[in-house]
């Protein structure tokens, strides 16, 4: 059995709820501002993770990866969307769909910039900068890897949505029938190692332009 750092647990384990937190507030919040209130009537627009927290996504499948070691991966609820209450369907919609990966991208920026800037008195310097450095490295990896992982062309991921509101309406209708294969597909990509292909050279891209 692993050697557990509990602490280390703990730390990641807040870092990604709270990024998951943002995602979907990000979602719901988009959709009631381009005119679908379905999320906010729903209490959705929240900054409370419980509101937005799946039982198995949000806390057991991201404990038992942290804790056994294998790649992390987790979720919260989607938002639901009425497409037909937003003002220009296909186009909010894609912007809907992008306001979380969006979100997590401004998550990693900031974390990013407050640790160049926390970092320079990191060295031989007291230990809760060395600690804040720590936690804002963890929230600029994980926050990368939500928008990179989210953004996947297939669907339900945010990224299929975007590509199905971007396609001519035909090949859209043609895409959209992969969309109940979607899980098997990712679940297939996740078991052949085939996402890192799709993961890693953004994110590696993404983290360079970062500070």
Known sequence: MPDINVAQVIIVFVILVFSLTIHELAHAWTADRLGDPTA??????????????DLIGTVVFPLMALVSGV???????????????????????????????ASNLVLAFAAATVMSLVARDAVDGPILPVVLTSVLAGAVQINLLLAVFNMIPIPPLDGGNVLSGLLPRNLAAGFDRIRPYGFLILYAL??????????????NFLRSWLP
């Open 190 to 203: 996740v078991l052949t190692d085939g996402y890192r292909y799709l993961v890693v050279p953004p994110y």
């Open 40 to 53: 906010r009537l729903l209490g959705r627009v929240s900054l409370n993770p419980l509101v937005h927290a």
């Open 71 to 101: 790649p992390l991966i987790g979720w919260a609820k989607p938002v639901p969307v009425n497409i037909r209450l937003l003002r220009r369907q296909r186009r909010d919609y894609v912007l809907v769909a992008a306001a979380g990966p």
